[in-house]
């Protein structure tokens, strides 16, 4: 057909939707919600991989030292600290710098900090549109939570930029006892927003001074974390003393490798060296394909495109099932099976485009307002987009397959 004649008149499936009215603009919708649905599943599963290796790519090193019993960055267990030592003593090691790592309690402020205990409750309390919408808080009281604590040799400081910038901004006060950064990022209940209004604060039940803060992502394992020095964590922290958590060590170019099986060969077993592809790997596999977190998410994805299946299906067979006279009528002018099928399946990828340009839509304002109040890094991904683009087309593909079933009942004869 001459495309003059396609443009004067759309095709029979346009047609189809555009005459459906309210059911297309049904089945549009639900499956928008659907695809909107799918996109933030895979969202939060691309926010578990960014959170899942985000601390170790803050850290500049080559090779790590762990235990043997590590099980990820938030529970690393520790190795005698006089194997960074004999690390050092590889010929292709160039650097080693320690890190102390473990949970502890931290004194969250009251909120709002000035508000006596006598008042705290007959203040009117944000509703949930409030607190979703700009991101209202609470009054709550004072509370002791767990976050994290990083101690570090402040003369071997481990991390890149920024955080390397700050401690060294802050180093000579850090030195200082008791002294602690605070993660800029971590959750408002740890006071880091309201700083200039709070002055107790407390670390594992003793009083410690705020001299700064650093960027650093949040974490499904913790809302906060904590930076100070070495010698601060052992006071402030229990720890196995002459046990550390970490061993970061910087190799010559090139000689990651060989360092690697060195230290393998001289050091003993209770230490594991591990190259940062390999320290990386483990960890994404832990968060995403261990825990029932990554596992979730996948989970939900495929719920969503079942959800979308079935609605889509639906609309389809309703509208089979409605024209069934007008789809004889079209078998008896002497339409193709095949060609009326070829009918559906487009009617019913036209609804998928359709959904999928809103479900785009809807995703970057819920991604964007998710990563506001919940401080998850959402990252809307040309991969993710590519596989829901994909889903839709096969859930397009086999919700008009199945509809077709409905098709085959259409006879002339029912015309009559």
């Known amino acids: 057909m001459p495309l003059s004649s396609r443009l004067r008149t759309p095709p029979l499936a346009l047609r189809n939707v555009v005459h459906g009215g309210k059911r297309s603009l049904a089945a549009i919708s639900g499956v928008a919600f659907s695809l909107t649905m799918v996109l933030l599943q895979l969202g939060f599963l691309e926010a578990v991989k960014i959170t899942a290796t985000n601390n170790f790519e803050q850290v500049d090193f080559d090779i790590v030292l762990v235990s043997p019993r590590y099980e990820q960055f938030y529970a690393p267990g520790f190795f005698p600290l006089d194997r960074l030592t004999q690390a050092r003593e590889v010929a292709a090691v160039v650097g080693a710098a320690p890190m102390y790592a473990t949970f502890n309690l931290w004194r969250c402020p009251a909120y709002p900090v000035s508000q006596s205990e006598s008042n705290r409750d007959v203040e009117p309390s944000p509703g949930p549109i409030e607190r979703w919408l700009w991101g209202a808080r609470l009054p709550r009281p004072l509370q002791r939570r767990e976050l994290f604590v990083i101690g570090i040799d402040l003369d071997k400081n481990p991390f890149h930029e920024p955080i390397l910038g700050r401690i060294e901004a802050a180093k000579d006060r850090l030195h200082l006892e008791h002294r602690v950064m605070l993660n800029e990022q971590s959750h408002p209940d740890f006071g880091w927003q309201i700083r200039d209004q709070v002055r107790d604060w407390e670390l594992g039940n003793q009083a410690v001074t705020l001299v700064g803060g650093f960027?650093?992502?949040?974490?499904?394992?913790?809302?906060?974390?904590?930076?100070?020095?070495?010698?601060?964590?052992?006071?402030?922290?229990?720890?196995?003393?002459?046990?550390?958590?970490?061993?970061?060590?910087?190799?010559?170019?090139?000689?990651?490798?060989?360092?690697?099986?060195?230290?393998?060969?001289?050091?003993?077993?209770?230490?594991?060296?591990?190259?940062?592809?390999?320290?990386?790997?483990?960890?994404?596999?832990?968060?995403?394909?261990?825990?029932?977190?990554?596992?979730?998410?996948?989970?939900?994805?495929?719920?969503?495109?079942?959800?979308?299946?079935?609605?889509?299906?639906?609309?389809?067979?309703?509208?089979?099932?409605?024209?069934?006279?007008?789809?004889?009528?079209?078998?008896?002018?002497?339409?193709?099976?095949?060609?009326?099928?070829?009918?559906?399946?487009?009617?019913?990828?036209?609804?998928?485009?359709?959904?999928?340009?809103?479900?785009?839509?809807?995703?970057?304002?819920?991604?964007?307002?998710?990563?506001?109040?919940?401080?998850?890094?959402m990252r809307l991904t040309a991969q993710n987009l590519l596989i829901t683009l994909f889903l839709a087309i096969v859930v397009g593909f086999l919700s008009g397959f199945l509809s077709l079933l409905k098709l085959r009942g259409a006879q002339p004869a029912e015309l009559f």
């Open 215 to 377: 960027p650093m992502l949040r974490g499904f394992a913790a809302d906060s974390t904590v930076i100070c020095g070495d010698l601060n964590f052992l006071s402030l922290c229990r720890f196995p003393p002459g046990q550390v958590s970490f061993g970061f060590l910087k190799v010559r170019d090139g000689l990651v490798a060989a360092a690697r099986d060195g230290l393998k060969a001289r050091l003993p077993a209770d230490v594991e060296p591990l190259t940062r592809a390999e320290i990386l790997a483990r960890e994404t596999d832990h968060w995403v394909n261990q825990t029932s977190t990554g596992q979730l998410f996948a989970f939900g994805v495929l719920i969503a495109m079942a959800v979308a299946t079935v609605v889509v299906y639906q609309v389809l067979s309703n509208d089979v099932r409605e024209h069934l006279p007008e789809y004889a009528t079209l078998k008896a002018m002497g339409y193709s099976p095949s060609r009326l099928g070829r009918v559906i399946v487009e009617q019913s990828l036209i609804y998928m485009v359709i959904s999928y340009v809103l479900a785009v839509i809807l995703a970057i304002v819920v991604y964007r307002a998710t990563e506001e109040l919940a401080g998850i890094p």
